[in-house]
């Protein structure tokens, strides 16, 4: 039988809302089942219930979804387990609460003639404070245990929109002091959810993913007056822009980002923008900081913060803690340099002042002297053995930074690179270097003629220093090779 025909045999009255709800439940979920109830038991517990003396409408409701649907259908047809049919039987369990469309559709629920999205529970607040009426309406909703309530009303306002208090499924009522310490968000005003098509938690999720946050982080978890604006903005419709502008505004935000929002905005750019790049580049400074850090050791944000607002990169940041490391793990180092430094008539170094050599940040004349003196040294540990260490020295700036390991393995990169550059065939054929070899040491590869690397560093460093040679000798005259090899001066 039709649904509507059905609920036209019962009168109007809030003490029949149950019968309705039921009747509503099982023609959307179980729909099979409607032909159970049929008009004659309708009218039969319509009766029952005007007379006073059997059961009332919240008997027949767990009878109705006990005996007609029983709890083996729910079971099957919701996927829940027999404890939780018996509760959705008796009523301590809704059906709202597991997502179920009574209307059918998206998440929503039909109350009265209104619309809103389903899960919602109704919260009777007596005797109000800051207002006339005696009785103020709210709807509660939860997403990832954060609880929102909106407000409906005063009791004209809700029997406008719902109609009656047993139409909803789930009930709280509370005076002024409950409501105020229950932590509730305050979302703003129920008008907002009328007529929505989709449910409360898709909603925010929805709206939390437009604002660039996969999931609500501590700061906004910990702070109702964010969660406050993002419910309202949800549930208006608000830009991401908007929401971000507004959230901007509150001590939470300030608290999280204030040390480098401005610094990140002064581009220009939206303020998520903004956030989405300082999480970047914390997440990236917090990576290079844990290399660092003893096992199980955490960074924290103020931290972070910081760090980033005096400037610093990742890359910056692990360069120093690199040479830091390097000092914790060879602290003679200090010492030899002051003594090289000493010898040569120079200012000693503390901590800092290494490290910043370390870093390429030192006068020239303090690295050169490091360098000189460490040359050989890192040379040994690059595994570059063999080298004209004066005719090196020569070809290569030592005033920039400390000649690492590293430093020289790019060096023979960097000479690799400007041999096949600049070297006509009679230069490979001079210097007895072919393509093979030149390929090997751009990549830092050895020799595949059997030369040591040190062979092949010697041999690019001696072409380094004729090309420069010609390039500037003759008091400045332009030196350049001709098509057959010779070397002429322009003007000569």
């Known amino acids: 039988m039709n649904p509507e025909d059905l609920l036209a045999l019962i009168p109007e009255g809030s003490e029949y809302d149950m019968l309705r709800f039921s009747i509503q439940t099982v023609a959307s ?21 005007a007379g006073g003396e059997g059961r009332d409408d919240d008997a027949i409701r767990s009878d109705i979804f006990n005996f007609v649907v029983g709890a083996d259908e729910i079971q099957s047809k919701l996927g829940v387990s027999e404890e939780d049919a018996t509760q959705l039987i008796e009523g301590t369990m809704t059906f709202s609460s597991l997502g179920q469309s009574v209307a059918g559709k998206g998440g929503t629920t039909t109350i009265g003639d209104t619309t809103i999205p389903n899960g919602g529970t109704l919260i009777k607040v007596k005797d109000p404070q800051g207002t006339d009426a005696s009785t103020l309406y709210f709807v509660k909703y939860e997403w990832k245990g954060v609880e929102w309530v909106f407000e409906v ?12 208090e047993a139409r909803f499924d789930s009930k709280q009522t509370v005076n002024q002091n409950q409501f105020d310490g229950q932590g509730w968000v305050q979302g703003g005003s129920m008008d907002q959810l009328l007529g929505s098509d989709e449910g409360f938690a898709s909603l925010m999720e929805r709206e939390t993913r437009n604002a660039g946050l996969e999931d609500l982080p501590r700061w906004v978890d910990e702070s109702p007056e964010v969660l406050s604006i993002m419910a309202q903005g949800a549930a208006q419709g608000w830009s991401s822009a908007r929401i971000w502008e507004t959230i901007a505004g509150t001590e939470a935000f300030t608290d999280r980002f204030g040390l480098t929002i401005d610094q990140y905005r002064q581009g220009g750019g939206t303020i998520q923008d903004a956030v989405q790049q300082i999480l970047s580049d914390e997440a990236a400074l917090s990576q290079v900081v844990r290399r660092f850090q003893e096992p199980g050791s955490t960074v924290d944000e103020e931290y972070l913060q910081t760090v980033l607002s005096q400037g610093w990169t990742a890359p910056q940041a692990g360069q120093v803690l690199e040479a830091t490391n390097q000092l914790v793990r060879d602290p003679a180092a200090l010492a030899q340099a002051n003594e090289i430094l000493a010898r040569s008539g120079l200012e000693q170094l503390d901590e800092k002042g290494f490290i910043n050599v370390m870093l390429g940040d030192a006068p020239d004349d303090v690295t050169e002297a490091l360098n000189t003196a460490f040359a050989a040294q890192a040379l040994t540990q690059a595994g570059i053995e063999d080298v004209d260490l004066n005719l090196l020295l020569d070809v290569i700036d030592t005033t920039d930074r400390v000649l690492t390991p590293d430093s020289f393995r790019e060096t023979a990169q960097q000479l690799a690179f400007n041999f096949a550059r600049f070297a006509t065939e ?32 010697n041999t690019l460093a001696r072409f380094e220093r004729d090309r420069r040679a010609a390039a500037g000798g003759f008091g400045g005259v332009g030196a350049f090779q001709d098509e057959t090899g010779r070397l002429r001066f322009q003007g000569v």
């Open 153 to 164: 009303g005063d009791a004209e306002r809700f029997e406008e929109l719902f109609g009656s």
């Open 426 to 457: 009679i230069d490979r054929n001079a210097f007895g270097l072919d393509e093979d070899e030149i390929t090997a040491a751009l990549f830092g590869r050895e020799s595949p003629k059997g030369k040591t690397t040190g062979e092949v560093l």
């Open 29 to 49: 979920i179980f729909p099979a089942d409607l032909a159970e109830i049929t008009p004659a038991r309708v009218t039969a517990w319509v009766n029952e219930i």
